[in-house]
């Protein structure tokens, strides 16, 4: 929780973070190794220097450094596991369920965890999703659609297996879909980054809610287009909240264009942790102010409110959080007074 | 002029189709090796992950424009540091079709996407001279009546000849014929209902290309330590 000067209380959910094994130990192949590599080519360009992690941190840290950066230095009242399978990379994967689940389960009402499938898992992973559901109690799906499988280099939201899965989970009643997109998806010789499957699987499935990590960057123009269609379809800030460090302007460019297209109330932060702490970000965002001419092009706002709403209030809806009461569960929590002692921020509202 | 010159100016006319951008300003060119009249062009890319399609099309366009020196024999594509390096080295080199590559991964070539990336470049183009005009007082009326002879004949800024340049060499690349200055990819007249519409979609695909731009040379400056370029 955040407590403005004025004594207003911005409750945080932070909707992207991982708790990931990039360790040369668990590495498969090349693969896993440029995987990671790559990661951290993304940390150290959009970080500030003083938040740059050394390489041994970055491919693998424990829960206990999770927990400190994203929930008591971080600001974040809640987190949210987006894990991923990667296992043609990685020996067990890149996420990691139980070890998600257990952090949750050592400080209770602080974490949501969610899933992934991969529908190219046929039949077998429609019976593993209903088996993890069960055990998990997933309320999302993380889905990385560049992820590699045998022969294939990913798929896509429109293919039949797709929608079958994406059935199956409106059965289950998992009903956020976490979309990321990845380069690689076939066929090739299209534009990999294209996000129009989207469209099509939010108009099939209207009670699911499809959640667009990285606002379909670089593909801003088509996110926009489809989520002014589609009212199931939000922006998962992630990734591009980042550039508020290095590229400030534009950032309000963005942040801009999805006001006017998406409105206030489609709009989630996440800090895509460990890529990034969510600290800085917070932080920068709480400060930040569209500059003049930007916000005359466009006409929106981003006042306290609107900031509230893409801090939390926005994810809240979607995971069935009432935010009151939730502050009640929490009242004992035992992360509280390490909190109260590092969060001295005072944003001047 | 020295042959390397010859190749590093032939090399600038190799874009990188999502960033529209040349791969020398970039920094994507590692190095250039010739021996008599072979000649081997190494490039890199941002990370390992980047996608082979674009990858594909600057390999191509390396060889087909450098293949235009009348010295040049042979030309030798080698990427590096990438998930598809080995594919797309040999196919490239050997002047193969992306289809012919990829066959298991691909339907067809890389004319669409090439057609795609064309007419993204041109709306970012585009988006940018108007933008410049309209903050120069040119009136949206005004913009839409303009003949092509009347935006040559204007007077510029430094900045607004680059922008009016770079604006023309796309619209003569889609071969368009209008005597209007500003139409759609199509080469449609504007109307002036649509216009701000127009702008906007404008607008998105310069913000994504914008995106690219950012993100690539941060991820290539990072990947290959390499001084920062702001």
Known sequence: MIQTANGEEIFVIDAHIALWDGSKENQLNIHGEQFISCFYDYHKNLSPKEYYWPWDKFVKYDPETLVNDVLVKGYADMAIFQPVYLKEFY???FGDFDANDALSKRYPNRFICNGTMDPRHGERGLENLEKMKEKYNWQGIKLYTADWYGNSKGYKLSDDWSKRYLEKCQELGIKNIHIHKGPTVTPLNRDAFDVADVDDAASCFPELNF??????????????WIATQEKNVYGGLAVAISLIH??????AEIISELLYWLDEDRIIFGSDYAIWEPKWIIEKFLEFELPEDIQEETGVTLDLNVKKKILG????????IDIEAQKEKLKNCELNERKAKLNEIKANF | MEKEDQVYRMLEKVYDPELDQPLTELGFIDHIAIQDHHVEVVFRLPTYWCSPNFAYIMAEDIRKYVSELEWVHSVKVHLLDHCASDEINHGATKGKSFNEVFRDLSDGDLDELRKTFEIKAYYARQEKLMKYLLKNGMTKKEMIGLSLQQLNELPLSEEGHLLRDKYLEKKRALNHSN????TTPEDKQLSEEEFSFYLQGAKRTRMSMEFNAHYCRGLLETRYHLPSND
């Open chain 2, 179 to 182: 005597t209007l200055a500003f």
């Open chain 1, 246 to 251: 290095t590229r400030p302007r534009y950032f």
């Open chain 1, 91 to 93: 020996k067990n994967g």
């Open chain 1, 211 to 224: 959640i667009v990590e990285h606002v379909g960057l670089p593909r801003l123009e088509d996110f926009c």
């Open chain 1, 313 to 320: 209030e926005n994810v809240a809806r979607l995971y069935n």
